[in-house]
């Protein structure tokens, strides 16, 4: 099955700083990779995803890269702001027709400190 | 358009009892999948349903288990609670089958004394 590792598990920014996280996956016929925020209390929210026919995308503040020869993928916040604070999750599926079932990373806790 | 709805919100039970959980997707969505999230194991898949038919199952023993009704409506169940099922279980949509965006509901804290 799918192994999702996502690094680092806490990060602490600068308000105004970028933050980077990084997730790489194992099974090379994943094609959909989603990022979630998820706050406190709350369910995870998609805040962006990305397809394998394309190698980045942007949305704002927001953007993702994916590298499908080394099989890694990358969100990247820039301009921080204090609510960015949250947990982020990658996620990516089982190659095959394996329905929408996801392999969630671990999380990573983003603080953005004023 | 109105969210995924979960309820109930919160629940607590003793060892032993059983639980049901509903999710209402969003409205045309025809997917609905359960995973079940705790600060140790993280965010693990536990069933999908489409079309009232179970498409995939996590790693789960058969205690957990689920439906779908013809209104994608779903419902989880798990019987004979053990302390290490409290967790939040949250419910997920999509419109179709294959590698569609899921949309999170705020999830069902669950706590077993």
């Known amino acids: 099955g799918e192994n999702v590792e996502q690094h680092p598990s806490t990060l602490s920014v600068q308000e105004g700083d970028s933050a980077v996280i990084k997730c790489t996956y194992s099974?090379?016929?994943?094609?959909?990779f989603p990022w979630y925020k998820q706050e406190l209390g709350k369910g995870p929210q998609l805040i962006i995803d990305?397809?394998?026919?394309?190698g980045e995308k942007k949305d704002q503040r927001i953007a993702v890269t994916l590298n499908k020869t080394a099989k890694h993928f990358s969100l990247h916040i820039t301009e921080t702001q204090p609510e960015d604070s949250a947990v982020y999750f990658c996620?990516?599926?089982?190659?095959?027709?394996?329905?929408?079932?996801?392999?969630f990373g671990g999380g990573t806790r983003l603080m953005v400190k004023p | 358009k109105a969210g995924v709805t979960q309820t109930p919100r919160y629940l607590i039970k003793t060892r032993g009892q059983q639980v049901t959980l509903s999710c209402s997707p969003i409205s045309g969505h025809r997917s609905v999948s359960w995973y079940q999230q705790t600060p140790g194991q993280g965010l693990q898949f536990l069933f999908e349903y489409f079309s009232e038919t179970q498409r995939n199952k996590g790693n789960f023993p058969g205690r957990f288990s689920g439906r779908q009704f013809s209104n994608s409506r779903s419902e989880m169940n798990v019987s004979t609670l053990e302390l290490g099922d409290s967790a939040l279980y949250l419910c997920?949509?999509?419109?179709?089958?294959?590698?569609?965006?899921?949309?999170f509901g705020p999830g069902t804290r669950l706590l077993v004394l």
């Open positions: 996620a990516a599926p089982p190659g095959g027709n394996a329905g929408n079932m996801l392999t």
């Open positions: 990305i397809r394998s026919n394309v």
């Open positions: 099974d090379s016929a994943s094609n959909y």
């Open positions: 997920a949509s999509s419109p179709g089958l294959f590698q569609e965006t899921q949309y």
